[in-house]
């Protein structure tokens, strides 16, 4: 069975980003990387746990704030 892709647009800063996360790792494939991660999430189903840790969560921020999406 052959199976069939679909295009989804990220931001470059963000593919460029998880391009780098994923250098030198088993699985080097931006494309893989993601579908692996939304596939743990979706199994997570409604998980309320926390995605970002507090210092995750500022670096978020700060890096909205520098490309001018929050003030």
Do not use: H, Q
């Amino acid at each position: 069975m052959k199976k069939e892709f679909t295009a989804v647009s990220l931001p470059t800063s963000l593919y460029r980003e998880i391009e780098d996360a994923v250098r030198g790792t088993a699985d080097p494939s931006v494309a893989n990387y993601i579908a692996k991660v939304l596939r743990e999430s979706l199994k997570k189903g409604g998980s309320t746990e926390e995605v970002f840790s507090p210092e995750d969560e500022e670096k978020v921020k700060d890096r909205l704030k520098a490309l001018g999406y929050i003030d």
